[in-house]
């Protein structure tokens, strides 16, 4: 972010700064997809072994974080 504003604030070209913006967005949505799968693999499979109930809400959970990320 840092670094987005040091471009805006040095005047530089706005297609220039719009592609860091892609970048990022590239960046962290890869990123947040890792947490998802890691989620679901550890977070979730173990509570669905523990518990039904636990794992149905872990799952239910993890649907919303999914939303919140399409909806982006």
Known sequence: ???LQRLVDDDTYC???L???ASVNAALQKVALGLV???LRHCVLEAMTASPEVGQQRLAEAT???E???AL
């Open 1 to 3: 972010m840092r670094g």
């Open 19 to 21: 592609t860091q913006i």
């Open 68 to 70: 919140r990320l399409v």
């Open 37 to 39: 799968d890691q989620h």
């Open 64 to 66: 919303q974080a999914v």
């Open 15 to 17: 297609i220039d700064i």
